[in-house]
């Protein structure tokens, strides 16, 4: 068990909104947060961003949700209490929690500064358990949170907060394999989808040097795509789309959630090349073929650890990226999630946490 944890005999009281059960609306809920521990601060929330993963989560579409649940992990605030050997930050300080508020510290991922594939499992900021294995998280739609130091990320001076929400989330899970794998100025790109996550590989890959098209169903987003820094656009519902851009792209990242063709898409890549999956659809038929025929291959990446984001959140510093949304007071929640469904959004919803006091 964490310091944090053995020194924290005293509660706070939290408001925040939360879901009873898969089926219930999210509504005012009242819990308590720790005080924090010798290496924790608290931190009070000005904006969460609202993530399609939420939405799985609070309606049990993944199996295995814990209620009663306060989702959101794109958390900014501002540190107002720190434990006594707190190092890395200050009162007033402004600061991010992604979607991890512990691990390990111990495994091969951890001691590599990758958390978010720690081999005893991350501490999800909701919808999961503290380290000791039994005290719920409750997330960032609610007005304070606490966290060890050692997962709290800063956030630079010229993001807007509302727009630095979704870096913690959507940001970094683009960011992460466009850096792992490696892409450089001049590479021919590709996005799959232009929603929240989308836009953002959009903007990372543009700001990387990449050329960058958007395959996208829906050719009405066309206007979106470049205004977002894309240089073409494939309407990927033109009957000769895939056979005109067959061996065209050096990376791809997809990011769609819905069941779609992975085959079609792994054509699109030259020989040697790499497609990452950043979505989560349902199960879809894989064929050998589409990877032997030209070497490619297949892979998979989720978020980024604290140091990667860390490094992310710069680097949208220096390129003036940010994330487009729309801010909401917490009372539209439920509005926002059919929305978000609909993908009625451009292109990240983000609570406004003041809301909450009003």
């Not at 951890?110 to 000791?132: L, P, S, V």
């Not at 949208?316 to 917490?330: F, K, L, W, Y």
Request: with cysteine.
């Amino acid at each position: 068990m964490q310091a944090t944890q053995e020194h924290a005999t005293k509660t706070l009281p939290t408001s925040g909104y939360a879901t009873k059960g898969p089926t219930a609306k999210l509504e005012p809920f009242q819990f308590e947060r720790r005080e924090p521990g010798p290496h924790d601060v608290l931190i009070d929330i000005l904006y969460c961003g609202v993530c399609h993963s939420d939405i799985h989560q609070a309606r049990d579409e993944w199996g295995g949700s814990i209620f009663p649940m306060v989702p959101g992990h794109e958390i900014v605030g501002k540190v107002v209490k720190a434990g006594n050997k707190v190092e890395k930050w200050k009162l007033g300080d402004t600061v991010g929690v992604g979607c991890f508020v512990d691990s390990c510290r111990e495994c091969e991922a951890c001691k590599a500064g990758e958390e978010q594939y720690c081999q005893r499992g991350m501490n999800a900021t909701y919808n999961g358990y503290e380290r000791d294995g039994k005290t719920p998280t409750y997330g960032g739609y609610s007005t304070q949170i606490t966290v060890d130091e050692n997962y709290v990320l800063r956030i630079p001076e010229s993001i807007p907060l509302d727009r630095a929400a979704p870096l913690l989330c959507a940001g970094i899970t683009c960011y992460s394999p466009l850096h792992h794998f490696g892409v450089k100025p001049g590479d021919n790109i590709a996005v799959v989808g232009l929603g929240g996550l989308g836009h953002m590989g959009v903007k990372l890959g543009h700001a990387m040097g990449a050329s960058v098209t958007v395959l996208s169903h829906s050719s009405g987003k066309r206007e979106d795509a470049l205004r977002l820094g894309a240089d073409d656009f494939i309407a990927t519902s033109d009957a000769d789309a895939f056979a005109k851009n067959a061996g065209r792209f050096d990376f791809i990242i997809d990011t769609v959630s819905a069941q779609h063709d992975y085959n079609s898409y792994l054509n699109l890549l030259r020989r040697d090349a790499t497609m990452v999956l950043v979505g989560a659809p349902d199960p879809t038929p894989l064929s050998a073929f589409a990877l032997i025929g030209g070497r490619r291959r297949l892979a998979g990446s989720a978020i980024g650890g604290i140091r990667e984001t860390q490094e992310m959140l710069d680097f949208c510093a220096d390129h003036g990226v940010a994330s487009d949304v729309e801010v909401i007071p917490i009372q539209q929640i439920n509005e926002a999630y059919e929305r978000a469904m609909k993908s009625d959004v451009r292109y990240r919803f983000v609570i406004d946490i003041a809301s909450l006091q009003r």
